[in-house]
């Protein structure tokens, strides 16, 4: 037998609902997706998607840590600014801003800041190829 864990898997379906909007779907969640060519403001597009995943990843992230760091938070609140490249298409760039409700020290909340880039899935998996940077502070 081996001692390596399990390795986490992901499971998402996704459809089309008409010209204008698809969902995806998880678990029990569904999510309504902007698939419109022309737009759709009520719904989130696929870049907007991806910088609501980094910051979900970096909320958790500061969930996963905050018992262990035994760091005292009263709330956060993620700010994610991204720019598109139009050839080839991609993420050039990403800054964001995590705002912490805290009374922590300066040193405390840079700890908080590291272990999320350290930590992170989505922050992982965008960093090496993204310009991604940002900062955490005190709210």
Do not use: W
Request: proline share 5%; aromatic share 6%.
């Amino acid at each position: 037998m081996s001692n390596t864990p399990a390795k986490m898997q992901f499971h998402v379906e996704s459809r089309r609902v008409d010209a204008h909007s698809s969902e995806s779907y998880c678990k029990e969640a569904r999510i309504t997706l902007d698939t419109d060519l022309k737009g759709n403001p009520l719904a989130f597009n696929p870049a907007e998607l991806l910088l609501a995943a980094l910051s979900a990843c970096m909320i958790k992230g500061i969930e996963r840590v905050v018992p262990i760091l035994k760091f005292e938070l009263r709330g956060v609140q993620v700010i994610i600014d991204g720019v598109r490249q139009d050839v080839p298409p991609r993420m050039e760039s990403i800054r964001y801003q995590i705002l912490v409700d805290t009374d922590e020290t300066d040193r405390r909340i840079e700890l908080l800041h590291e272990n999320v880039q350290k930590y992170g899935t989505v922050f992982n998996t965008l960093a090496p190829g993204t310009d991604l940077s940002g900062v955490m502070r005190r709210l």
